[in-house]
């Protein structure tokens, strides 16, 4: 820590290099599900030399739960889940409706919680914080409405361009003027992809002028889902992204730009392939029981396991106790121990504080699938027992480990850097970066060792640690894999391990 703020001070001395870098403007470009391993110079050679000329972190990480939304919020909150409260891609909100989960990708269904709860997210988001300053960001979306909506739900600042909805009501009149009408989803999803890039062309640039602009590109997740990892149009839907990048650097570039803006690249998540084994809502059904109105008082909400008859310790054991028996069940989370530590409230459980997953909206269990680094039919590594084809959410490596290329006028040139890092620190970085305040609800942390004038890569201290629980027995062993830097954790992935004990 003493290093860091040695490193802030330096930073910040210099009013010359100050002006300078406010001139500056930064560009995420979420490339939804982009695996590390994609960004190769065969497959996509304009991302691959765009990190030749900035530089490639290593170590990258997903905010667990792995899915869209909660990556989305961390993103533009700084934040986990315990701060923002938006808690999995699908979210569970008795006061919007008491009996199922709620489908974030839908922001109809957002606007539901914000009405019913006060508000969506539960941290201020980057367009809050840039408001008193008079700086702006704009989202330029083809993903999911709910995914475009919780980069800026409440518009503090600039707007959100989506195929689907703008905001604010004026932006909207603007942009259909310069980009037309939307196109229809496709699969890969290129002509959208191309509309939320022109988007940041045509509108951001040429109007908007925001300072930090969000830009989600739907591809290669949309495509992977359905057609899996590997598979033809997963790669075509790679190529085509990848065009879209260098059409922004080539199109910046022209404008004279290019020396001007900060991009980076990065990815919500990694991605799986799935084995289809796990079936969690049908393991828990013979746990619920009906309440008065005939519906089951229990709610499996993605992996989280909500108890709507009040708290009850011996059934939630029981669930947990089955749950370990499974080999298709992973990690398996439980609320943190009142005297703390890494053992959640059931024996053989994680606490949700390793996660970073303890909020008011918390359910009572959380549950990833179980993983293994098996390869598929196209020699990609990482397969777990969840359902459909590929996907995401587990807290396996696979989908832990994700995206970052950073490249610009801040950033270091031909580097790469082993440091850990993840999604919760892209806000704080840039913020730094803009040369604003962090507010304390901001827990990741400035990225100072890739930019220019900061500390050496190598002068930042990496620790790894493992922490293990495991039942009475040992028929259940679960362990949580951790890297430290500067001070700061992040869960590298969790492993189980299973004895054959008479249990």
Same mark, same amino acid.
């Given at each position: ?9 330096? !930073? ?24 590390? $391993?994609?960004?190769?110079? &065969? ?7 765009? +990190? ?53 990708? &839908?922001?109809?269904?957002? %606007?539901?919680?914000? #009405?019913? %709860? ?7 988001? !980057? ?104 598979? &033809? ?15 922004? &650097? ?9 020396? #001007? ?15 289809? /084994? !796990? ?22 909400? /993605? ?31 439980? #609320? ?16 949700? $504080? ?8 918390? +359910? ?7 993983? =293994?680094?098996?390869? =598929? ?8 027992? $969840? ?45 730094? !970066? ?42 259940? %062993? ?13 869960? $590298?992935?969790? /492993? ?6 008479? #249990?």
């Amino acid at each position: 820590m003493v290093l860091i703020a040695a490193a802030l001070l330096a !930073l910040g001395s210099g009013a010359g290099a100050q002006q300078e870098r406010a001139s500056h403007t930064h560009l995420v470009i979420v490339v939804d599900g982009l695996r590390p $391993d994609y960004v190769t110079p &065969e497959v996509m050679p304009r991302l691959f030399r765009l +990190g030749q000329r900035g530089i490639v972190f290593r170590s990258h990480h997903s905010v667990f739960p792995t899915v869209t939304r909660v990556n989305g919020s961390s993103f533009v909150t700084g934040a986990y889940a315990e701060s923002h409260g938006l808690m999995g891609n699908v979210l569970y909100s008795p006061k919007v409706d008491a009996t199922r989960g709620l489908d974030t990708g &839908e922001r109809a269904n957002l %606007e539901a919680v914000e #009405r019913a %709860e006060g508000r969506l997210l539960t941290a201020p988001t !980057l367009s809050e914080m840039l408001k008193p300053s008079g700086k702006t960001l704009l989202v330029v979306s083809s993903g999911s409405s709910g995914s475009a909506y919780v980069l800026n739900h409440t518009v503090a600042t600039g707007g959100i361009i989506h195929y689907a909805f703008t905001r604010p009501a004026d932006l909207a009149i603007r942009a259909a003027a310069a980009l037309g009408a939307a196109p229809a989803h496709a699969t890969p999803n290129d002509p959208q992809n191309q509309y939320a890039i022109d988007a940041y062309l045509k509108v951001g640039l040429n109007d908007v002028h925001p300072d930090v602009t969000f830009m989600w590109l739907n591809d290669p997740d949309g495509t992977a889902h359905a057609n899996g990892i590997g598979a &033809e149009l997963t790669m075509k839907s790679l190529a085509l992204v990848d065009a879209g990048i260098g059409r922004i &650097e080539d199109a910046l570039r022209a404008r004279g730009l290019l020396d #001007r803006v900060n991009i980076l690249v990065t990815s919500d998540h990694g991605f799986s392939t799935h084995t289809r /084994e !796990l079936k969690l809502a049908a393991l828990v059904e013979p746990f619920a029981r009906l309440l008065p109105d005939g519906s089951p008082d229990i709610v499996v909400s /993605e992996g989280a396991i909500y108890l709507r008859s009040g708290s009850d310790p011996a059934r939630i054991s029981a669930i947990v106790d089955a749950l370990q028996r499974r080999p298709e069940v992973g990690a398996i989370f439980t #609320r943190p121990r009142p005297g703390g530590g890494a053992e959640g409230t059931v024996p053989g459980t994680l606490s949700f $504080d390793v996660v970073r997953w303890n909020h008011p909206r918390s +359910g009572d269990i959380l549950v990833s699938s179980n993983w =293994n680094g098996d390869t =598929n039919d196209a020699g990609f590594a990482g397969k777990t027992t $969840d359902g459909n084809v590929a996907g995401h959410g587990s807290s396996s490596p696979y989908d832990i480990h994700n995206t970052l290329i950073a490249a610009g006028p801040d950033f270091l040139e031909r580097a790469v850097s082993d440091v850990p890092t993840a999604n919760v620190d892209i806000a704080p970085t840039l913020l730094w !970066l803009l040369r604003l305040p962090l507010p304390p609800s901001i827990t990741g942390r400035i990225m100072l060792e890739a930019l220019r004038d900061g500390p050496p890569i190598s002068s930042v201290p990496v620790q790894h640690l493992t922490e293990t629980v495991k039942t009475a027995d040992g028929g259940y %062993e679960l362990s949580a894999h951790i890297s430290k830097a500067a001070g700061y954790s992040y869960l $590298d992935f969790t /492993e189980v391990r299973r004895a054959a004990v008479p #249990r």
